[in-house]
């Protein structure tokens, strides 16, 4: 059997992340952070997500940990899906040909390993990620056997691929972090249950969370009833039942005692919630409790970071032909010797395989080795298993993946010294060059910037590596693609490491044609008289200057040019606001902008409005409040408005027992239990009205408590975005005369049938709401992952006042849409060539 560990992603600023993809011939392993950008740097690399059986989640959770997380279990289970449907069609074929039908080929379940927090983190999502194609298996480890007996070498967990020795390390008492910071009165939820906020001294049990996340959210049918409990008489509870006791809002798992156990019942009458079998009867509303109404236990930060060692099986030794025959075994036999069979020899001999066989080769492994801070270091080092000659032989690479900073410290150091026939791979922000890891985006981006310099810039990149790493011949520092075989030979792939995007040779591909195109527009937008009549036709458009970015222009999932939905406008003097948030929407920022102005970005941010709860326009807004937060921690006063329902609000506050990303901080405007906030003004706001005069939420068809936003500034500008939605005429009358509108347009024309079905929008149906609602300017965005480069969608109707295509990382002012405009020719040319290569 061969094994490899591959690097499928290393910290950059897209993938903030270290994963390592662990293939085997049968099985796929997922070890590290699969943080957000995971699923783009897979798809990058062209690795095959929906194989993957196990992923184990090392350090200390907290939503870096698993940020990606929840896409990639989504990709996998849309994989399962598409490959049940291909399959369904093959053997309805098949059938009609009387031919042999095909069996289901892909993975069917996941494991998720991890730390403390594991089940809480996964459930926080519970609201929003709802019976997923696929079953998850949740394992949180809480024991530490090798502690207390160190002799203790059995693995932890293994199947027929792989063994694994999970290692939790115990930060630093003296160092902890101080407990999470509670909401307090000022945060604008006078209705919020205070019983949330009161501390606890530690990791809950994840016995309900655990539930939720495996009967609730991924339980392997798509759209069944399972995320509910029924009551049942106490004397009907059986012992194989999942019962709980309900007390106010707050769930206990029952354990007993049960009535077909033989035991007494103490009363009998009493009302249990239960999970209903098959052969329970779910009542009407009223009569069941939703799970992803019911409150988690409440959790605090965990002080253990996880890391792994990794073994192969071991693998039998070679056949020896030459000693078969000496015992008189016939040719037709060997199969059965190698296959682990004994057979029958001359003269009546019994041979077994180890008769015939060479020495069994021992199974090599690695080292997950992650340590985020310094807190954690003389805990791992003081671990048992390094001095365990039975778990460190055969390791031959150690994967460091190590918080800023920490590479050189004497400690890694000298373990690096003492194990010098181990490979140590450093993976950390400061040993990874912070190059274009996507590369595809990057390369799209440069030839856009030798079209249009003036929307578009050269992202930010940095191919050196700016921190110290131990030197040696031991020594490597990792990047993406470096490749480690370890069975059935051991061997370092380097020459698989994947080479830094070639962005001179990209900008010198885009054409004459395509350049001179481009010239006409520069010409024809410098001309005195066309920027005379814009400057007559925008007077009364206020805050001219404010830049509209998309970050994310795709839908659904992650893709290889357009990232999930998310939108800044950073308007000067007021502040900046973000429309939808998807996940890796704070990489995209720093691709962009560079560490320093994105750090002013954040501090000046001052809403995020989230349109609905479908993951692809809300991933990303944990990690991105966190960094608002981190930017902004020296100022007592800074608050962020959140334009949320409470469901979502209820994700964030629960993510926020976890680790502390500022949720204290956090002012939630049109979000309240009943939903009767629509409109949310100045006034209501208080002092810090964040630069809004109002922001108002105007329900539309696509998902359940789907809206559509318009937030109207101090300054009078007033936009309006659809988030996810089929054309709406409320939605129009409501923004009418909106100078700016920010609509979906997920399917061309043609697609009309698929777009009513999926509740979004064509081109031509999203234009026409701008035309109802008399937008000034108007932007499309939100296109099908079909379209890979927009150069399948076509405008059909140019009247309808301006209107731009939306692409990542474009930086338009609201005054120069009409400049904008006079390029698009030279980059339709451009995608069309660049889609014919």
Known sequence: MTTSVDIASAPTADTPGTCLFVHTDKRSYVFGRPSEGTQRAFNTRRIGMGATEHVF???????????GLYGFVLTVGNSLEASKEQTAQLNSEREKKGLKLYGQTLNTALGIHGGDNLCHTLAACRPVILRQPITVSTFEHREDPRTETPTHVEPDWEDDGLRVWKVPVRRTRSSSPQKRRFSSPDNGDPSADEDIF?????????TLAKIMVEKAMFNGQLGRN??????????????TDTAFVRKDRNLTLYTGPFADAGAELPNPEDTLWVLPSKDDTIGQKGEVIHLKNTPLPRTTYSEISMSYVVKCHERRGKFNPGAAKKFGVKQQDFKLLTAGCAVEGTDGITVTPEMVLGDPQPGKGFIVADIESRDFLDAFMERPEWSSSELMSDIVSVYWILGSGMANDVRIQKFVQDHPKIKHI?????TCPNMIALAGPGELQTKLRRIDPERFTLLKYDNAVKGAAPEGPQVELGRIGYKTALMPRVAFQADKVAPFPNLLEAAQGVSDTILELARKAREETSDPEFLRRIEEDERDIPNRDAEIIPLGTGSSCPGKYRNVSATLIRVPGLGNYLLDCGEGTLGQIRRLFGDEETTNILRDLRCIAISHLHADHHLGTPSLIKAWYESTIDDGNAKLAISCIWRYRTLLEEVSQVEDIGFHRLRFVNCSPSGDLPVVTAEKMGHNNFGLASIKRIPVTHCWRSDAVQIELTSG??????GDCRPSDDFARECDGAHLLIHECTFDDDMGSHAKKKQHSTMQEALSVAQKMRARRTLLTHFSQRYVKSDSLKRNDANLGEVLMAFDHMRVRLGDFKKAAAFQPAIAQMLAETSEK
């Open 198 to 206: 009161k501390p606890v001294d530690g990791p809950s049990d994840p």
């Open 717 to 722: 500008l007033r936009i309006a975005y659809s």
């Open 226 to 239: 399972g995320d509910v409990l029924i009551p049942k008489r106490l004397s009907l509870v059986k012992s």
């Open 57 to 67: 989640l090392s350090g200390s959770l907290s939503w870096n940990q698993i940020g």
């Open 426 to 430: 450093f993976c950390a922000s400061d």
